[in-house]
């Protein structure tokens, strides 16, 4: 496919993600959209559908490559899908981040900002922060 094209995709994907429109996201990844592609500032779909807690857009783009522990660089939209994810208290978003290998003790930031399970309790987000501690999340807090 070529670049054009595929940049085409992308911004539709992320159009689709926005509006919580798990069909069109669907139809966009059949025809060629990766689901991996960041856009121009940085942000990863997965972040996005995972902050959004569009679980069933989350499932379909870790079904479709999406790698579960790619961490975003979006202005304003960086971190793990996890971390994103368990931030908001979105459970579902969350079961299927871990259903697919998500790491439930990865921290943001290359591994120097908050654990999933930080930013649960945080929240305080306690479903959430349970569901990570089955997973086998612990909780690290910054000191600095």
Not at 9 to 28: H, N
Not at 85 to 100: I, K, M, P, Q, Y
């Amino acid at each position: 496919m070529n670049r054009r094209r595929q940049k085409k995709f992308s911004g539709q994907l992320f159009a689709a993600i926005w509006r919580g429109d798990t069909a069109r996201a669907r139809a966009l990844l059949r025809a060629g959209a990766d689901p991996e592609r960041a856009d121009g500032e940085g942000t990863t779909p997965l972040y996005v559908a995972s902050v959004h807690g569009e679980a069933a857009i989350v499932r379909l783009l870790l079904t479709s490559g999406a790698a579960p522990d790619t961490e975003s660089r979006g202005i304003g939209a960086e971190g793990t899908p996890l971390c994103a994810a368990a931030c908001w208290g979105h459970t579902e978003a969350v079961r299927e981040l871990l259903a697919h290998g998500a790491d439930p003790n990865l921290r943001e930031d290359h591994g120097t900002g908050w654990s999933p399970l930080d930013w649960a309790n945080n929240g305080p987000h306690p479903e959430t922060a349970a569901l990570l501690t089955a997973a086998g999340a612990t909780a690290r807090l910054r000191t600095t």
